[in-house]
Every structure is written in structure tokens, then in C-alpha cells.
């Protein structure tokens, strides 16, 4: 694989440029305004597999976004690498915070890009990231040096909860087939820090409202006299977490795994800033569960966080109301052996029980999955982490991480197979927030790492 250095530079114009097409597409899965661009996001991925050497490509249809598939099967003796990224962008609100428009990429030069990063919604999470592997496939099978057997499936549902993918996946078992599967759409810890997630949280993501009286009040007439539903909200979300940031659902921790002093010594070893960390978010301390570090409070602990919450008047100027409803959407993030559809139930149960005499509460459950944990030492970390070496120059930290891709536990479920999770991002580079970006430099280490992944893992499958 010696001249995919040079390939890169022969062809890395176009590489972007392919990407920044692709970026154009505001395939937003959440809003359904933008279902042409997202179908149509589908097609224009279909076409770079096709360029790209796969054999056969399909557009599967479901019951929403449809998925995208192709596969090059070069000797059925030879392993097979299941490649999964997804399409699918998340809104790109607010957009006023935004320096240039989501889906109009540009290119900047920012303090740790100096080569230059693509700023647009989708350049890290996931497109960026997932074309990676359809230029390192190009890469391979126009300078035959394909070693195994690939099949691609990109989705465009994931940032909405993947729920066709999983019942595509559960119908599929033959057509999916693997002896591993990778996926690049997490981060690592810095460019000249590789690492590989091992881990993801599970999450439950719950909606809930609570109802006061039968219509909005007047506050003077009504005022302390009957339950305000947005205080009482106020009141029910603040007990969810007490002094020490523990959550206070009873049964919440039950199932939670507790790691060792080993293991937890092993985290720390990992660089990090916490003054680089809070200069980056521009705040004077971190905030969180009593007991543990940052990088702890953000991988290997559970979370309850509010994503949202309105009610009553917020217009301009001041209206004296009492709001009939209060709302919120609240997302749990899960460690491994909590089950999201057990805790999803803890909540529900012990919400609906903290509500007091005067209002009713009503809890709903929008989307969840399972949490991830891989060993190190099977074949396809050590394949990822060889690769890493040769393109890094050093060997990669095993780090959990703290977002959710619950169809990973949903692969190993059906598919019985371990997910390799290679990702090229950063923290910074403000994935679901304005002026997304990805780096050029990581853009195309990626590109350039993943074929010897390719190598490693049909030679260590071959002993
Ligand atoms: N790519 C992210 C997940 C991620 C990012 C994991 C960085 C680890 C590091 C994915 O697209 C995502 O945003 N997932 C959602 C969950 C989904 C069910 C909406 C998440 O984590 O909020
Ligand atoms: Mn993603
Ligand atoms: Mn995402």
C-alpha cells in the first residue's frame, strides 16, 4: 500500500471536491421538508459506489430514507468487511450562529487546521467521514490491491434513530454477512494523539408534558392559587439530580458496570487538558457527577440531560400568563448492561410519581438503543491499531466514547459480529452545532489509513 501516499496527492482536488458536492445536499432526516435532497442524497452515493469499483449497488427501499448498498465480492474464501456510515445530516439550526451558509461548503483555515478544514453541516458527521471509505475502496480496486471482500451500507435515518435500518438488518442476515464491520463516525483524541473508540453509550430519549389547568391565566387573577405547570416542570426536572450530580431515579445505576481502579488508572493515562477544555467551551469550571473525571463523566457514566424545554409566553416584550402546559425533551445516555427500554420505564415510572396533586403528567418515549463495549484483543482492533502505526507513526489509545450509534449493539445482536470504530473527527470540529467542520489533513489520514486496515485484517484472518 506504499503509493497511497502518492494517490492522494495525484487525486486529493478532486476528493474534495467530490466531498464538497456531496455537502451541498441538505439531506436533513429530521425534517421532512428536505425528503427530495435526502433521496436524493441516496442516489448521488449510489453513483460514487459505482465509481468507486463496487459490483452491485442497490438502493433499498424501507418504510423511511431509504439505504444504500453495494458490495465487491472478490473470492468468497476471503473475509469480508462490512463498511456502515450514514447520509443523513442533523438540522442545522440555529442559523444565524453559522459564518458561512450549512450547505454551502467552504474552506478555512482554523488554529488546529492549518492545512484548511470544510465547514458545512455534514463534513464530519458523517458524510465526510463515511466518504472516506468509498475513496480508500476507489483507491484499492483501480490499483488492484483490493485484499478482501467489501459490502457498504449507508443509511439516511441515523441521526433520527435508525429504526428501518434495524429491520433491514434483522431480514438481511445473509446479505449482511461479515467477519467484521467498521464505521467511521466518532472522533479521536487529537492529530498526533490516533485513537479508537471501544466503547459508545446507549440512550433513551423521552419527551414530557405536564398539564396545569384546562387553558392559559391570567398570573394576577390565577397566581398562587393554582399549580403552574412550567414551575412545577422546573421543579420535577431539578430533582432528577441531586448535590452530588447523581440521578436520582431509583434503579437508575442498578446495572451499571463499575470499573476497575485498573481500568480507571488506564483512562487516565490518556492526554487531556482540562484547562485547554474549558478555555475551548469558554467556561471556569467543569460541572458533573461527584466522584469522577471529566473523560469518566463523559464515556463510562450515565447522564440525564434536558434538550429542550418550553412553555408558555416567549415572544417579544411580557405577556402575565399561566401556561395550561409545559414541556421538555430529556435524553438519558447509557453505559453497557443498562437496557434503554428498562431504564425508559425507571423514568417514566418515577417521573409520573414526583408529580404533585394539580397537574398530570404525560411521558413519551421517542428513541433509544443499547450502549457498545469491545475488547481489544480481537482482530480487528489489532488490525485498526497496526494501521494506525503505519499511518500515525504511533500506536492508538483505546477510548470510549460518550455519543450513541445504537445500531452498533443491534450488529452484534443480529450479525454477530465486532464493530471497529475509526474515527478521524475531533471534539472541536462542532458536529450538530454551527460551523461543523472537518479537517483536510484528517480528511485524507483517513483516507490513507483505511486500506491498510484492509491488509492487516485479511493477514491476521489468514493465520
Ligand atoms: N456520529 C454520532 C455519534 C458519535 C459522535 C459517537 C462522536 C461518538 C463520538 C451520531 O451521528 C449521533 O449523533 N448519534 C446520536 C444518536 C442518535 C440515536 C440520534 C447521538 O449520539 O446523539
Ligand atoms: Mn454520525
Ligand atoms: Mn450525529
Redo the contacts with the bound molecule.
Sequence with gaps: MNNIQSYIEAHKDRFLKELIELLKIPSISADSAYKNDVLKTAEAIKTSLEEAGCDSVEICKTDGYPIVYGEKIIDKNLPTVLVYG?YDV?PPDPIDLWNSAPFEPVIEKTDLHPEGAIFARGAC??KGQMYMHVKAMEFMTSTNQLPCNVKFMIEGE?????KNLSTFVKNNHDKLKNDVILIS???MIAKDVPSI?TG??G?S?VEVEVTGPNRDLHSGLYGGAVANPINILSKMIASLHDDNNHITIPGFYDSVEELSKEEREEMAKAPFSLENYKKALDIDAVYGEAGYTTNERNSIRPTLDVNGIWGGYIGEGAKTVIASKAYAKI?MRLVPHQDWEDITQLFKTHFESIAPKGVKVKVTPH?G?QGYVTPIDNIGYQAASKAYQTTFGKTPIPQR??????IVALFEQELKSKTILM?F?LDSDA??SPNEHFGIWNYLKGIETIPHFYKYFTELTKQ
Design positions: 450514514h442533523q458527521d458523517d441515523e441521526e433520527v434513530g435508525s463516525d466518532t472522533g473508540t459508545l453509550r440512550l430519549y435524553s428513541h438503543g466514547g460518550g455519543g450513541s450509534i445504537p474515527g473527527g458536529i450538530h
